[in-house]
């Protein structure tokens, strides 16, 4: 094994170690019970758009970090074609401050 490899695969955390992670969490579950306070007909369509955005952040990242293993420069590509359910959640919490 390359010391290369040694490296990555030494400081490779569990995705729930990531500071990221922590804060998409916190965030997911503040949205999820914001949104179960919408009105009714935002509760079925904003509502559940934003809960499964904010799910979806979680989700990419744990994956992400499994490509980790291969290579950070995998890990932060990953990343950051992933994302789309970041900027769906900032657009659903601009249309909920109008």
């Known amino acids: ?57 979680c989700a990419n990242i744990a994956e992400g970090c499994g490509k980790q293993k291969n290579s950070k420069a995998e890990f932060k590509r990953f990343c950051l074609c992933h994302w789309v359910p970041v900027m769906k959640c900032e657009y659903g919490a601009d249309i909920v401050l109008i």
């Open 1 to 57: 094994m390359t010391d290369d490899k040694k490296l990555v695969y030494k400081t490779t955390k569990s995705f729930e170690d990531i500071e990221v992670f922590q804060r998409a969490y916190k965030a997911s579950l503040i949205i999820h019970k914001t949104t179960l306070k919408f009105p009714a007909i935002e509760q079925y369509a904003l509502g559940d758009q934003l809960r499964r955005a904010s799910k979806s952040i």
